[in-house]
């Protein structure tokens, strides 16, 4: 027989809501015969009883069971580091933005470079960059633009300071500078 979830305290209400006692031994079997769920007691106060009361056929029990079990769910949730998730989801999606932003920005100031500094043969050299097939550093941008096949740390580090106001840039400007330079070689 499946189990159907009644709580006492409905039983108990109809109960004493009557004298009849034939009434209160059939509702005992009744719920004898069903399976014996555990059982807990709610306070509510007397006006949200009255309101309660106003709305016929809402099943409390049912109400209250699945209001506790969403609880339950969400507390269960908590516990197995479900903010630790939601963070790290959190932070992926902006180091992903932070990326694309910082791309945005090397493809300006390549545009800038390209127009304002570079000369056309080192602008052809960075151009190239961007059909390479590995991934292109601030190491080889500093060689393309100083056309030294082999700069040394020192080099790279003052070419990108000067072009990127820090000796360290990120990848993503380092490959949109790249693309924006490749972008005004294309028209020249």
Not at 171 to 185: K, L, W
Request: charge should be negative; hydrophobic fraction near 40%.
């Amino acid at each position: 027989m499946a189990c159907r979830p009644i709580l006492r305290i409905v039983f108990l209400y109809c109960a004493l809501q009557t004298n009849n006692a034939q009434l209160n031994v059939m509702m005992r079997k009744t719920y004898e015969r069903r399976c014996i769920l555990a059982r807990i007691n709610l306070s509510i106060s007397d006006d949200l009883k009255e309101r309660m009361d106003q709305l016929p056929g809402v099943n409390w029990s049912k109400v209250a069971q699945d209001t506790f079990e969403t609880h339950v769910q969400i507390n269960e949730l908590k516990g197995k580091n479900m903010t630790t998730e939601a963070g790290l989801a959190r932070l992926r999606a902006s180091k992903q933005s932070n990326g694309e932003a910082e791309h945005a920005e090397g493809v300006a100031v390549g545009k800038q470079w390209a127009i304002d500094v570079a000369e056309h043969d080192e602008l052809k050299r960075v151009a190239a960059l961007a059909e390479v097939d590995y991934d292109v550093g601030a190491m080889d941008l500093t060689a393309a633009i100083e056309d030294d096949g082999q700069p040394s740390w020192n080099d790279m580090g003052d070419c990108m300071e000067s072009t990127f106001g820090t000796r360290d840039p990120s990848t993503e400007i380092v490959n949109g500078f790249i693309e924006g330079a490749a972008e005004v070689f294309a028209q020249v």
